[in-house]
């Protein structure tokens, strides 16, 4: 493993990830191993080893089964069958039992919202789990069966693409859009790619055109391409579908982009809950150097590039660009104190572009048809064609295109959904949407989103939403900075406290606080949007809130007498005086 990633430091991340799936889990003493070899370190690589939770340190069980604690695998009952699994393997919840041969836990989303309830099994995608499913699973895990053997139908992951546009049904060759990237200087193709105004499909929205134009202008030894797929946002699978069934325009497009702004290397940055497209990228990246397209000399027309699979290991942050690249060099995924940018400063400190896997493949387009064709498509500030995830409450769950300025109503209605209270756009990191905002327009001015559309129905309790949100947060703040990493854990006692019918109006106006501090004072963005969604339901459906608040002023947030009496039992005192707001009762020697 340490030859084939040429003892590189930086390969840290991908060294601890090939060690593991060798020998199980990462031992003290392998650490110690792989520390040594690199020259690094044992603190270091203790911290990459710690940091990411797909990483383990200690021992593995034999069946490690993590259940997606996603909201709309909640929804679809994944909580109640991890219940179930538990008590068929006679084991707790989260702890491993059985000597240790079997732990069933909980992992923040699997990117399968779409085939809920997903879970890992030893890290492998199950979808459609289900009550019948059960007691099999169990045998088998019984049995002692190897994950390889249980029923294939169990890992079958469908693309569920329900609606094709531009992008979509362009059915493009491989190689036809680079093909026509090459045909045109660097210069040519940014003026193109500058007059479609394409836009970053991630949620930011940034002009690709100035994001390349800066790369391209950057002085450095080498520039790089990185294809974002760390998909990690509640609700989003849309990346999953592109590199699953169409890879050939994802790798097109970071082609065009390394042509655009003068690179020969680039890297997919594939999220670690995507394993299971690592063996098909990687043969497809075979298959192109040996058809001339990927390489030295592409397309017989001088231009040298090749691209590298870094898988990551369970990690949100990682989908912040300056926190990818720190862990594309090996590093835990923390954000980067930015200027300088990426684009200056990114991978070993060298100009490099970080673009999503959308925009990668929607680049394709620009080149073929030229930046005037695709700017007609969509609306004013939003060109081309958007891609929703949709999950939830609908009958027809998968990938949507769209031009952009479809309306919200619209996207509901063709995905079958009924009775709809709320929409949750752009995952957990966005804004919840009420019936009377279903007439606005997915587009950049209007309800920009990453992709992900999660569809809630009169029957759910959107405190639940708010709360499970909460959770990612807390779980997923990489405790960099102080805001984000005291303000999620604030959040989720609030909301553990109110879940529990302790809660009281100062509470929620705490929870207002604490929106204030993270979106003002959080390094980056995933404290300053933690709470955008919980703020839109706590304003938009405040009776989710408010039918379970206590109408005191203050009631503590755990039960001091509930915490306290096993040691007044120990003692047989009362101990009243522990509460600062005593009984009125005069205690025995007042
Ligand atoms: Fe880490 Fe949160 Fe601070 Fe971002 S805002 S750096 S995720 S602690």
Redesign the pocket.
Known sequence: ILAANHHDPRQLLQILRQAQERAGHLPTALLERIASALTLPLAQVLATASFYSLLRTGPAPAYDILFADNITDRMQGGPALAAALCRALELAPGLPAGNGRVRVGTTSCTGLCDQGPALLVNQRPLTRMSAERVVPMADLIRRGVAVDDWPAEWFRIEPNLRRRDALLGAGLAPGEALAAALARSPGGLLAEIEASRLRGRGGAGYPTAAKWRACRAAPGEAHYVVCNADEGEPGTFKDRVLLSDFPQLVIDGMGIAAHAVGAHRGFIYLRGEYRHLLDPLEALLAERRRQGLLGTDILGRGFDFDIEIHLGAGAY?CGEESALLESLEGRPG??RIRPPFPVSRGYRGQPTTVNNVETLALAGLVAIHGGEVFRAIGTAQSSGTKLLSVSGDVERPGIYEYPFGVTVAEVLADCGARATQAVQIAGAAGHCLAPAEFGRRIAFEDVPTGGSFMVFDERRDLFDVAHAFVDFFAHE?????TP??VGTAVNRRLMDKIAAGRGVPADVAELAAMDRLLRSA???G??STATLALTDIVDKFRPAFSRRLRTEDFVPAFDLDAALAPARQATGRDDRQAHFHPDPTPLPDE
């Open positions: 942050v923390r954000p703040s990489c405790g960099f900075c984000c990493r959080s390094h980056c995933l404290g």
